[in-house]
């Protein structure tokens, strides 16, 4: 099974094959139900995904917005569209993954994961 960051990296990739269109409400719609279908079948939430759900809290810091918009919602309203959107996304996710917001035990597996994205195009 893939984890969170591996599938956003191959999100990133071949966004189309899994979103059906660039879009960044699409992803959010995704991941939704990527993290519904896991709990469903009893895996339990990921250190991944458990970094992830910070991920909001940051966007609301980084665009000064402290609302109940979802972070999906919030990189859409400073975007063009929402193929704009999904890739200042993808661009956002990796200022974020490269903050200091990772704990520096977490600084090994941040290396190899940052990559990995890199590899896949998140970097570029």
Same mark, same amino acid.
């Given at each position: 099974?893939?984890?969170?960051?591996? @599938?956003?990296?191959?999100?990133?990739?071949?966004?189309?094959?899994? @979103?059906?269109?660039?879009?960044?409400?699409?992803?959010?719609?995704?991941?939704?139900?990527? /993290?519904?279908? #896991?709990?469903?079948? =009893?895996?339990?939430?990921?250190?991944?995904?458990?970094?992830?759900?910070?991920?909001?809290?940051?966007?609301?810091?980084?665009?000064?917005?402290?609302?109940?918009? /979802?972070?999906?919602?919030?990189?859409?309203?400073?975007?063009?569209?929402?193929?704009?959107? #999904?890739?200042?996304?993808?661009?956002?996710?990796?200022?974020?993954?490269?903050?200091?917001?990772?704990?520096?035990?977490?600084?090994?597996?941040?290396?190899?994961?940052?990559?990995?994205?890199?590899?896949? =195009?998140?970097?570029?």
């Amino acid at each position: 099974m893939l984890d969170l960051y591996d @599938l956003l990296g191959k999100i990133k990739k071949r966004s189309s094959l899994y @979103l059906g269109k660039q879009s960044l409400s699409h992803l959010h719609v995704f991941l939704d139900g990527y /993290s519904f279908a #896991l709990r469903q079948i =009893g895996i339990p939430v990921t250190e991944e995904e458990k970094k992830f759900e910070e991920f909001q809290e940051w966007i609301e810091t980084r665009f000064d917005q402290a609302s109940t918009q /979802s972070w999906s919602r919030i990189i859409l309203f400073y975007s063009e569209d929402e193929s704009d959107a #999904l890739k200042r996304f993808f661009d956002l996710f990796e200022e974020f993954l490269k903050s200091e917001h990772l704990p520096k035990d977490d600084a090994t597996n941040h290396c190899e994961m940052s990559e990995e994205l890199s590899v896949v =195009g998140v970097n570029s």
